[in-house]
Nanobody, 123 residues
Framework: QVQLVESGGGLVTAGGSLRLSCVASGASGSIFSINDMAWYRQVPGKQRELVAGISRGGSPNYVDSVKGRFTISRDNAKNTVYLQMNSLKPEDTAVYYC??????????????WGRGTQVTVTS
């Protein structure tokens, strides 16, 4: 019904930058609007962690470990959320997942997850 597709992950050295993108796609007319969107990350053996979230109006919030380095933003016209990651550290290495609260044209809110994109930061 609705699919979240992440892109922009990859391999980078410490201190480098990456920009993640996540596009919400659905059948014509299926997405009415999207409320909160967020980026999570997960490493093997650890719980999935909320990295950054953003409201429909653009109000962001971040986990303390990425404040000042990461910036979350969105383009509502494109149903897209971004995560600009600067000054990357090896401890940022994880699979990054996109999350969205989608309001369908039928008036229901549904939660969706992307399949994830790998970010690897080397020393």
């Amino acid at each position: 019904q609705v699919q979240l597709v992440e892109s922009g992950g990859g391999l980078v050295t410490a201190g480098g930058s990456l920009r993640l993108s996540c596009v919400a796609s659905g059948a014509s007319g299926s997405i009415f609007s999207i409320n909160d969107m967020a980026w999570y990350r997960q490493v093997p053996g650890k719980q999935r962690e909320l990295v950054a979230g953003i409201s429909r109006g653009g109000s962001p919030n971040y986990v303390d470990s990425v404040k000042g380095r990461f910036t979350i933003s969105r383009d509502n016209a494109k149903n897209t959320v971004y995560l600009q990651m600067n000054s990357l550290k090896p401890e940022d290495t994880a699979v990054y997942y996109c999350y969205a609260d989608v309001i369908t044209t039928m008036g229901f809110i549904k939660q969706y997850w992307g399949r994830g994109t790998q970010v690897t930061v080397t020393s």
